[in-house]
């Protein structure tokens, strides 16, 4: 195998094939021609891409490799390392958005050749994009980016990183030069959850939309610049990050999304300020949360403490400070906050003080599962540089957005869309009027004067009033009405007794069987992504079929991918959890994508019943044979699952009851939801007196 040649794991060849990781192990144990590992561990081995690809198309199960995939191996096997590799690439790639046709001449030379002309065209690139900024971003003696100084002649012709730009400039032309770069970053980001805090887009568009429209836009904490690439249309773009890696990765992504001059520094913002003089038109923030080490000690006599001095424990309101340090007086900045921030009493001084002069203009909880840390329910603030002479506002605006996303809805299921226009429907108003019509649960402006207590308390929950109970004594009748006439239907639809009989000899197959005879096709879920900007594609979740509800998912933006999508009268099985839950696709479900830890039977209706495969699908002796276990986790191999051979007509027969049991279970479930929400109703009506007893 060549020096430099790219390598892929199990998990890599899944994806390149399709496949489930299991799949790959099988095809380890039972080939003896299947690519022996080259690297990586006992546990984790690697394997030599080209040789599985020959093996991957000499097998049939692979008619090229995609090329996507092909570039995403070369990164995370570049020699200097995953982040070196992406910021050549993010360099190349602003080339060729920047000076196609740079690019092509380069790219016409020979290997050799280009590497000794591509330093200086980098430079070139690099100086009209960055100026001065870029030595900081990408150090290097010739102020080209890490790792592309000449090397030994010998080592240029197919050299690894040579390869990799001609392999993202062959991606780029064909889905363009920022979705390539957005496509590879986002692999990296996904394949390391836990060395980056990300803004998921719902929060970073909302966060861009309270503040309106801006010219020059900060952000000081700007991680992988998901804020400030929100921002629309602006004129200059600022980040700032205290990871050099992650600084240039985001200065690239920004210059490759947006004509916007764009200046990127790393540093720690709260103790190197890399904009000391700028007067920015808004600030977007995703400040790190609870640190101890935010520079308390050296910083005790900043001007930037025009509020108070942040306590240790306070590192939050020290970047709420340096956001309004950073604007022009009028200027709007939305921060992210731990809720804590709200109500800590280390913090209430400050909060008193922006408070006193009109800076915090507006507080909102957002849903659990918004953002990182998942688990609790964070804030935005949304502060405002107090102009001179200006009186300080009156109010301050609160808004809770748990129930416009939906009780309970989960980090998957927030309804974005439902979130962002309850806060700003509230915002705009209240921004232009200084107040805001009260919505119970929602919404509400409080008078400063009434939040300037011993505590100054800025918890959205604490000054709401509570929404009508269960929506009112009418909702509850409507409620009622609906849970009578659904438990009427229950009883109409309960199953008559069982007559008792012998077990019937029936000779079985197995859904593995059926499939190598083409009676159905199996497919599994989790791939796919949407092109950014267009209609979101509902996803059907593993928690979707075992609950009976609608898909709640959606596909995440990325360059197009085409997802499994789900048909009227497919079958859906999960395949983690050990329980016995079957769903066939309706017409109100079809069209949606198969989600993860799901796998479809598409069966050939000339063959199969579709509720015939479903019921037996779901018999708990069924599944327990066909199930692995491990120490914490039940795993269905659908293909073991087995079913009767039984002629079309018989087939459907119990089919047809098999359906008739799906509508029972759907109206016990109606019922049961129905009845937690009346009673609940009625409980918080009864409490807070909008129902008599």
């Not at 995370?76 to 602003?94: E, I, Q, S, Y």
């Not at 007086?329 to 400050?350: D, E, N, Y």
């Not at 109010?395 to 439902?418: H, I, M």
């Not at 009405?481 to 007794?497: I, Q, W």
């Amino acid at each position: 195998m060549p020096e430099n040649a790219a390598e892929v794991t199990a998990a890599g060849i899944a994806r390149l094939a399709g496949v489930g990781r299991a799949a790959v192990s099988n095809w380890r144990r039972r080939h003896a021609d299947f690519p022996k590992p080259v690297g990586g561990s006992e546990t984790s081995p690697s394997f030599a891409l080209a040789d599985v690809e020959r093996w991957l198309r000499d097998q049939g199960k692979l008619a090229e490799v995609p090329l996507r995939e092909r570039v995403w191996q070369q990164v995370t096997d570049h020699p200097a390392g995953a982040v070196p590799a992406l910021v050549h690439v993010g360099c190349a790639l602003l080339l060729v958005r920047e000076r196609p046709t740079t690019w092509q001449e380069l790219t016409a030379v020979a290997d050799e050749r280009m590497a000794e002309l591509l330093p200086t065209a980098l430079e070139q690139v690099l100086a009209a994009r960055f100026g001065e900024a870029r030595v900081g971003l990408f150090p290097a003696p010739t102020r080209t980016p890490p790792g592309l100084r000449p090397e030994p002649r010998a080592s240029y012709a197919g050299g690894a990183y040579i390869r990799l730009l001609h392999s993202a400039g062959e991606l780029a032309a064909g889905i363009g030069a920022r979705q390539a770069f957005e496509f590879l970053l986002g692999r990296h980001l996904d394949a390391n959850p836990r060395q980056y805090t990300l803004t998921p887009p719902g929060p970073a568009a909302l966060m861009a939309a309270l503040t309106g429209p801006a010219g020059t836009v900060l952000d000081p904490a700007s991680g992988t610049g998901t804020l400030l690439r929100a921002v629309d249309r602006p004129a200059a773009l600022y980040a700032q990050e205290a990871d050099p890696d992650l600084a240039a990765l985001t200065a690239l992504r920004l210059a490759l999304h947006t004509d916007a001059d764009v200046r990127a520094a790393a540093g720690d913002s709260l103790r190197a300020d890399a904009y000391p003089e700028l007067t920015a038109d808004a600030v977007l923030c995703h400040p790190p949360f609870n640190e101890r080490n935010w520079g308390h000690e050296e910083l005790g006599y900043d001007p930037r403490w025009e509020y108070g001095f942040p306590a240790r424990t306070e590192s939050e309101l020290a970047w709420v400070q340096h956001a309004l340090a950073r604007l022009r007086p009028g200027g709007t900045a939305v921060l992210l906050m731990p809720p804590a921030a709200a109500s800590r009493r280390s913090g209430r001084r400050i909060r008193a003080g922006l408070l006193r002069r009109g800076a915090l203009r507006a507080v909102v909880a957002l849903p659990a599962g918004a953002a990182p840390p998942y688990g609790i329910p964070l804030h935005l603030w949304v502060l405002r540089k107090p102009e001179a002479g200006q009186a300080p506002a009156p109010e301050l605006l609160f808004v809770d957005t748990a129930e416009p996303a939906g009780a309970g809805a989960g980090r998957d299921k927030l309804d974005w869309q439902a979130v962002q226009s309850a806060v700003l429907d509230a915002w705009a108003p209240f921004d232009r009027h200084g107040t805001a019509e009260e919505r119970p649960g929602v919404s509400r402006s409080v008078p400063v004067i009434e939040l300037l207590d011993d505590d100054v308390d800025l918890a959205p929950a604490r000054h709401l009033p509570p929404p009508a109970a269960g929506g009112g004594a009418d909702e509850l009748l409507r409620v009622r009405d609906r849970l009578t006439d659904t438990l009427r239907l229950t009883g109409e639809l309960t199953p008559a007794p069982a007559e008792p009989t012998e077990p019937a000899p029936w000779p079985a197959t197995t859904v593995g069987e059926l499939a190598r005879a083409g009676a159905l096709v199996l497919s599994a879920g989790g791939s796919g992504t949407a092109p950014a900007g267009h209609a979101p594609v509902p996803v059907l979740t593993e928690q979707d079929v075992l609950a009976g509800t609608a898909p709640s998912g959606r596909l995440p933006e990325g360059p197009y991918e085409e997802p499994v999508r789900v048909e009227q009268g497919d079958v859906v099985v999960p395949v983690l959890g050990g329980g016995s839950v079957v769903r066939v696709v309706d017409e109100a479900t079809a069209g949606a994508a198969l989600g993860r830890n799901l796998q479809l039977l598409h069966p050939d209706p000339a063959a199969l019943d579709p509720w015939f495969l479903a019921g037996f699908l779901r018999g708990t002796a069924n599944n327990r044979q066909a199930s692995s276990y491990a120490s914490t986790a039940t795993r269905l191999d659908v293909r073991r699952l087995q079913l009767p051979r039984l002629p079309l007509t018989d087939q459907r027969r119990y089919g047809d009851r098999f359906r008739a049991l799906a509508d029972f279970e759907d109206a016990l479930r109606t019922a049961g939801r129905l009845g937690e929400q009346l009673v609940q109703g009625l409980y918080d009506g009864l409490t807070d007196g909008t129902v008599t007893a």
